[in-house]
């Protein structure tokens, strides 16, 4: 029998090509005193039923579930900075992947959320087989597109195996995450 919980999990895969078990446990099973354990059940459980198929992704080295095809390494990095988000206590008003600006730079998602009743609105670029071009950056916020709308310019954030990034001389704030996100409160949601 599908639960309501098993549904929201199957729109949530449908929206967003996967899941992993992580990322399930902090997004619907977030206050379970055995959250990752119950993840772990349920997907399961829906790929048992031939609801859900699976793989093990080889970069994140974790178990992917999915409907059509593996979401790519890229596309589960990103999850799991929206997942650690919602753990953390965020809400997400928006999120836009492959958010396209005119022609100018197409940053791999749009974040709009809330931590403590405070809104902030980020650029999440996920570093892999590329360095981001933070010029694309400074070239956007030289035409006051994103000011002119909402007052303030996103908060550039990379997410990267390697902080070698020159984040100073330029107009707008830029923080380096690396793939476990473990500074994730410190240096994103302090603020």
């Not at 996967?18 to 349920?42: E, H, P, S, V």
Request: charged share 30%.
């Amino acid at each position: 029998m599908m639960t309501d919980r098993d549904n929201n999990i199957i729109q949530f895969i449908n929206t967003f090509d996967g899941l992993t078990i992580n990322q399930c446990a902090k997004l619907f099973f977030n206050n379970a005193k055995y959250g990752k354990d119950l993840a772990r059940k349920r997907l399961k459980k829906l790929a048992d039923k031939d609801v859900l198929k699976y793989e093990n992704d080889w970069a994140t080295n974790q178990r992917v579930y999915f409907i059509k095809r593996k979401p790519s390494s890229h596309s589960i990095i990103l999850l799991n900075f929206y997942s650690e988000l919602i753990r953390a206590g965020s809400e997400i008003l928006e999120f836009t992947k492959e958010y396209k600006i005119e022609n100018i730079c197409r940053p791999d998602a749009f974040l709009i959320f809330k931590y403590n009743n405070k809104g902030k609105m980020v650029f999440v670029e996920v570093d892999m087989q590329h360095k981001t071009d933070l010029s694309k950056y400074q070239k956007l916020y030289d035409t006051e597109l994103f000011q002119r709308e909402y007052n303030t310019f996103p908060e550039v954030i990379i997410i990267s195996s390697t902080n070698s990034y020159e984040a100073k001389g330029y107009n707008f704030s830029i923080k380096i995450l690396d793939y476990s996100l473990k500074q994730l409160k410190e240096k994103i949601l302090y603020f």
